[in-house]
């Protein structure tokens, strides 16, 4: 019988003090960074497969979202017979495809969470339709994914009418290969303890234009280093803008070692109503991980930085950068963990309940989470 | 072992795009018009059943929302022996018994939404206790339903003291009967290529006194044609009025035609503090299908109206019409489909974020829907 | 294979009406007053459990709102080889051990709800870690629970820098034993018709300092009699004071009789910016239950009450009473059962949607509660 549904379910409880400069304020807190309950299966036929997950994140109140909530269909295994996942259409809300750090499940974190500069670049979910393939026999393995969707993270927002997205799509597409080595199932340690190098690489574009009118997806934008929206120093003159965005990431895994690198580039173009010049945001994240003991601890450090004459309309360039070192503890792989990371910020140019990192925050962040899963 | 529990879920993502006057504004986005999940079964008793259903639309934002919370008790087959769903209770929150439009379930629809008309005159959801019954061995086979509840459109409005109900109950009934051949499963399409003619037949009425202390249902009703709200043009002398609600409806299926009509009437009365005569408005839709391809392919076309005096307390008769045509595509039947309409509004009386029609609209709207559910 | 996932549900249907003098309004309408669903299980351990709940409460609109998610490990039974539950870890969001009355499921009240003194005094839910563990074989059984959490009444609040919590964690301690009779499964109602005496007695510490840079912690504590905030009668110039809480608790069950009767105290001391002396509140609430039925038909009554100097800092002492006098109806125990009670207030000092009760409520309330699970 081509029906089934699987329910899954994990979270982290994570405490966070941080010790930064005034005005900005100190936590000391427990929170749940991620209370997720997934409901996935098939239906009707075994190439349609329903994806629904929810979260109960302690930093947005109590209240359960849906985050995801999407349908894939196979088109060519159902349709051409071809080898499962070759080629396939997809529906619903999810996340886009674009950056790696945003591609990565939570659950894979080396460190507590994502890196500032990831953030700062994020596309995140939205609705959408897209479609995706691979091709697992070809000297390189590669994985694609591209969609269309209502724009840059706007998965949380409210749509129709009563909404404030404006009427311009968003597209994006990821092209990721994995050109040494066999990869493994783990999408960033080295539970593996590969003899042989492995290696993993990717690249991404995500483009759209964001309108006044649309004041969801205007005010998302923030600038380096202050952490502003860029929406708050446009001229009101600025009905609009484009963004190009790029993104290109190389991972790597060896005898315990794991090492990840990303690459952004924002660029804000094509202003209507005012003279401003095109602005260039670049930035990435390093990081580096070593098991100590192997597929237990693991020591971690990170370096992520963003660049750019974004928050000066092009004046000048300014930067920012976030250093960080951790522990992970790995109970059952990434199933149940225990990870605590220390970070230097320098001015976060971002706004993220996730990461527990306010705009301008300079100084220092403790975080300790626990991790399981059922 | 009399515990019992199902769990369903399904989804309707629609893209719309519209192109009305100013100044209104235009929309072209992806929308989750619908996300349910649903788990329902019985508990201890065969004849005590519970359904509760949650829902993650998208133009609410992503919160999830309980939609769905009622428990139904079988009295007559569990305490007399009565063939089952002849006479029974039910509890919780739920559809009141008012329109067939709101009867009927979302996945049964022909088109994307409900018709601007069924909204208009709309009781949907409440918190309520009722009655519900049916006789299938009568000449012609009859159900029924009746409920008394907080008031009209009350379903996801806060109750106890920080919400802002009034303390007056609402009250409702619906009949329904098949006069003539088998309908069959399908609420509206006619999936049974019925050889022989099948109807049915329906009607309706509810009432409440809405008080202005009841914000929220004081603010709910909405007047033709400029579909401000009642309240907006209403002497403030006024504290509070009668509503009465009537509904006829009638649906037709043969040799893959359905046809459905349903007329509605709603009288606004007694007002207390002011010297306002009775107002009635009325309206009606009417909807068309037809299967092209049996069983797959229809097509369908739409008129609805809302026509009445209560825009002018009174003094002129206005009027405003929907017309619509569309194509149904259906994989799955109802479980997989996709369809795709073009409406023209004449001014909406409505303000409704499921339908993506503002108050005031004028003009197209084009939505194009995927509906599958597990 | 160590995975077991349980679903469970259950809701509480009330109808409430109110009598109260002016300027508290009256109410009369239909609530969903809890409308659960739990999700538990163990998972990679039988020592490893979670345990999950949503609540889809009417009284805060239709939002689904995250009510619990945890984690428990018996370390005892998983590391020691104890025997299970004597010695265990939790974290997450979940009940701080504090009062007897909030410990209680609201599945096993006698009356329709909490009293209003354990509603004064409660400290509810927050983020947490803590220790549990309880000694069957000892001359009298004792369980045990202590945590430190976010604060007193956070469970739903916002956390991380867009929240309002203070960066002082509090603390709290329960201990409950059993020194006589063999108590039962029910925690309250004598369902088991005790021959012999049955008795179980508690106490219990919490603790915290409340910050004003906390506004969500400092606008939670009330003052009696009046029911404001103790935040709007505080000078300005305090910036911070602390709460100690006490509780203590004793419940009988013999042949039909349940009594139960749990005493509070409060002191705020330590006032940060302003000299003000410790303030003491203090009360309890006293409950009896006789089962004029056996197992069915249980009469009810009640008085709570809430004395101190809180509100009017330290100056005199003020009182306010509430009694009460209900009718349970059991049709299948706790799972399925009518309770209608009454309830005379004289001045309410808290402000609760749960209870239907406002600050200053003078007059009656009158509850009828359908609940029922799955």
């Given amino acids: 019988f081509p029906f089934r549904l699987k329910v899954n379910g994990w979270g982290q409880l994570r405490h966070t003090a941080s010790d930064v400069a005034l005005p900005n304020t100190d936590l000391n807190q427990f929170q749940m960074k991620r209370a997720r309950l997934i409901l996935s299966g098939n239906a009707f036929l075994p190439d349609l497969t329903y994806f629904t997950q929810f979260d109960g994140r302690s930093s947005s109140g109590d209240d359960m979202r849906l985050l995801d909530f999407y349908l894939s269909y196979d088109i060519g295994h159902s349709q051409f017979g071809f080898e499962k996942g070759t080629f396939g259409f997809r529906a619903g809300k999810y996340k886009m495809p674009f950056t790696m750090a945003r591609w990565l499940s939570g659950k894979e974190f080396e460190f507590s969470d994502r890196s500032v500069a990831s953030t700062y670049f994020d596309v995140n979910r939205s609705l959408a339709v897209g479609l995706f393939g691979e091709s697992k026999h070809t000297a390189i393995p590669i994985e694609w994914e591209t969609a269309i969707f209502n724009g840059f993270v706007t998965g949380g927002a409210e749509t129709g009418s009563s909404g404030n997205l404006d009427d311009n799509f968003a597209y994006s597409i990821r092209l990721q290969g994995y050109p040494i080595g066999d990869w493994g199932d783990s999408q960033l340690a080295d539970f593996e303890s590969h003899d042989r190098l492995a290696m993993r690489v990717g690249c991404a574009f995500a483009g759209t234009t964001i309108s006044r009118n649309g004041s969801t997806e205007f005010n998302t934008p923030r600038v ?77 450090t990170r370096w992520s930085r963003v660049d750019g004459d974004s928050g000066t309309l092009g004046a000048s360039d300014q930067s920012t950068d976030e250093v960080g070192a951790g522990l992970a503890w790995y109970l059952r792989g990434n199933r149940a963990k225990i990870v605590t990371d220390v970070t230097r910020l320098d001015g976060a140019p971002i706004n993220s309940s996730a990461l527990d990192v306010n705009p301008g925050d300079r100084g220092w962040l403790f975080r300790t989470q626990m991790q399981f899963s059922f």
């Fill in 224 to 300: 380096v280093d202050s952490g502003q929206t860029f929406a708050s120093i446009l001229p009101l003159a600025v009905d609009s803008y484009h963004v190009s965005q790029f993104a290109l990431d190389a991972s790597l895994k060896w005898r315990g070692w794991s090492s990840t690198m990303e690459y952004y580039f924002r660029n804000l173009s094509d202003f209507e109503g005012a003279g401003i010049p095109s602005l260039l945001d670049h930035g990435f994240w390093f990081q580096l991980g070593y098991f100590v003991v192997p597929e237990k601890l693991q020591v971690l």
